[in-house]
T-cell receptor, first 113, second 113 residues
Framework: QQQVKQSPQSLIVQKGGISIINCAYENTAFDYFPWYQQFPGKGPALLIAIRPDVSEKKEGRFTISFNKSAKQFSLHIMDSQPGDSATYFCAANPIQGAQKLVFGQGTRLTINP | DSGVTQTPKHLITATGQRVTLRCSPRSGDLSVYWYQQSLDQGLQFLIQYYNGEERAKGNILERFSAQQFPDLHSELNLSSLELGDSALYFC????????????FGPGTRLTVT
């Protein structure tokens, strides 16, 4: 079964610090890796995504690092702000066919002011 | 606001009952996806429709069914409800089959008593 494992389950970071969330997948049959941000009572919102042909993608304060050989990818939030406090999900989309995202279990991020 | 709408926002019903959840995709999007979010299982892909046709199935129970209508809105039907079906149900949409980005609606919270 295709799985994506996410860690940590929860994370507390001081304002201005760097938040790092990690994900690992168990097989190579994925070709798209998005990160979603979810606030309480809302649906997941696409934050940033990467394909396996690049090792890093940056959008503003958010960076995805991708290590194909280790089957790992991570989200870095620079200069973390209280407004970044949310649950973050990594996901992966299988190669060949339907876009049926496989999600990690989520990380609850709290940024302390 | 992703542009995906879902109704109702909340639904409370009894075991054994049947409910219908409704989703309207973003304007112009042809693909609709349904996901279930529960505390123990996380976000799980249920089913995808593209332009009225079923394209992919995930871990969807036989008691659940979906359809996409000519106006592209979709409905998820849940029958013979059990306590364990209590969850958040999200609809997402994307422009077509080739694009990977999925945009999620605000969800329907289903409580089975």
């Amino acid at each position: 079964q295709q799985q994506v494992k996410q860690s940590p389950q929860s994370l507390i970071v001081q304002k201005g610090g760097i938040s790092i969330i990690n994900c690992a997948y168990e097989n190579t049959a994925f070709d798209y890796f998005p990160w979603y941000q979810q606030f309480p009572g809302k649906g997941p919102a696409l934050l940033i995504a990467i394909r396996p042909d690049v090792s890093e993608k940056k959008e503003g304060r958010f960076t995805i690092s991708f290590n194909k050989s280790a089957k790992q990818f991570s989200l870095h939030i620079m200069d973390s702000q209280p407004g970044d406090s949310a649950t973050y999900f990594c996901a992966a989309n299988p190669i060949q066919g339907a876009q049926k995202l496989v999600f990690g279990q989520g990380t609850r991020l709290t940024i302390n002011p | 606001d992703s542009g995906v709408t879902q109704t109702p926002k909340h639904l409370i019903t009894a075991t054994g009952q049947r409910v219908t959840l409704r989703c309207s995709p973003r304007s112009g999007d042809l693909s609709v996806y349904w996901y279930q979010q529960s505390l123990d299982q996380g976000l799980q892909f249920l089913i995808q429709y593209y332009n009225g046709e079923e394209r992919a199935k995930g871990n969807i129970l036989e008691r659940f069914s979906a359809q996409q209508f000519p106006d592209l809105h979709s409905e998820l039907n849940l029958s013979s409800l059990e306590l364990g079906d209590s969850a958040l149900y999200f609809c997402a949409s994307s422009p077509g089959l080739a694009e990977y980005e999925q945009y999620f609606g605000p969800g329907t919270r289903l409580t089975v008593t």
